[in-house]
T-cell receptor, first 114, second 115 residues
Framework: AQSVSQHNHHVILSEAASLELGCNYS??????LFWYVQYPGQHLQLLLK??????LVKGIKGFEAEFIKSKFSFNLRKPSVQWSDTAEYFC????????????FGTGTQLKVEL | GAVVSQHPSRVICKSGTSVKIECRSL??????MFWYRQFPKQSLMLMAT?????????EQGVEKDKFLINHASLTLSTLTVTSAHPEDSSFYIC???????????FGQGTRLTVV
């Protein structure tokens, strides 16, 4: 079975600061990787996903993530955060060929201060 | 993107009663739906996977008689928490995916409080 670790549980940044949220997974096979965001009171929304190809993927709202296979990592980055990025961020994986059943990390609560 | 609607968004019920949560795909046919549970400050934990017209597959440790899942149509799945107790209080989230989707789409979640 796969597992996902997000090491930062709470992150506080000032506007315009750079963001990097860590995500590591454990699984013996091939995985698809996702980052979701949940704004207060809203649905989980997909930020970006990696299935194959270029390991640097770009998502919505200026976010990007890099898949480093040797490190089993899929860290999320944004060069300059905005107050509106305040939300909870979840990393998730599913086993390739295993349908869309996701295993989630514990989430990172990001607060961006003005 | 595809839209998944979950209802109700909040529900408070008395201990011992049953509560039904609905999950609807509004603009696509959801061949598979997933039900997750999220405890405070914890991750989403998959409870069960349901395929339209089939019995749900429950994850280890999830009581199938307690959490009844029905997926009778391609646009609706329901989760019924039977004989609810305060420890069942949680945030329940559904997601849905179609036959050609490469991702699942999430409902807004249901906050269940059992008093």
């Amino acid at each position: 079975a796969q597992s996902v670790s997000q090491h930062n549980h709470h992150v506080i940044l000032s506007e315009a600061a750079s963001l990097e949220l860590g995500c590591n997974y454990s699984y013996g096979g091939t995985v698809n990787l996702f980052w979701y965001v949940q704004y207060p009171g809203q649905h989980l929304q997909l930020l970006l996903k990696y299935f194959s190809g270029d390991p640097l993927v770009k998502g919505i709202k200026g976010f990007e993530a890099e898949f480093i296979k040797s490190k089993f990592s899929f860290n999320l980055r944004k060069p300059s955060v905005q107050w509106s990025d305040t939300a909870e961020y979840f990393c998730a994986v599913n086993a390739r060929g295993g349908g869309n059943k996701l295993t989630f990390g514990t989430g990172t609560q990001l607060k961006v201060e003005l | 993107g595809a839209v998944v609607s979950q209802h109700p968004s909040r529900v408070i019920c008395k201990s011992g009663t049953s509560v039904k949560i609905e999950c609807r795909s509004l603009d696509f046919q959801a061949t598979t739906m997933f039900w997750y549970r999220q405890f405070p400050k914890q991750s989403l934990m998959l409870m069960a996977t349901s395929n339209e017209g089939s019995k749900a597959t429950y994850e280890q440790g999830v009581e199938k008689d307690k959490f009844l899942i029905n997926h009778a149509s391609l646009t609706l799945s329901t989760l019924t928490v039977t004989s609810a107790h305060p420890e069942d209080s949680s945030f329940y989230i559904c997601s849905a995916t179609g036959a050609t989707n490469t991702e699942a789409f999430f409902g807004q979640g249901t906050r269940l409080t059992v008093v």
